[in-house]
């Protein structure tokens, strides 16, 4: 499989001009977490949707990249809880 960018789904999508409620360095949580593969050509851009077939545009790119954990899960542990079953389950293929 080639490159993926992990990216998450937030409660709340942002419009593009508005900031998201709370103090400006307040995280977002997210919904769920999906692994995207890399946009054509651009190995540090998500491709336009997820594994499981969601439309990537709402959703914001992760620091996590799972080529610089070799044996950790592709997502990040904190958000194991919120993992994408769908998207998990193309990764274990």
Not at 5 to 34: F, I, K, M, W
Not at 60 to 82: C, D, F, I, L, M
């Amino acid at each position: 499989m080639s490159e993926i960018v992990v990216v998450y789904e937030l409660d709340h999508p942002a419009a593009a001009h508005t900031s998201p409620p709370g103090p400006p360095d307040a995280e977002r949580l997210p919904r769920r977490v999906h692994a995207v593969p890399t946009a054509p050509g651009r190995p540090d851009a998500a491709g336009p949707r997820t594994l499981c077939g969601k439309d990537t545009f709402a959703m914001e790119p992760a620091q996590w990249k799972p080529s610089e954990h070799p044996g950790a899960p592709w997502y990040p542990a904190e958000y194991a809880s919120v993992v994408c079953p769908e998207c998990d389950a193309v990764m274990e293929v």
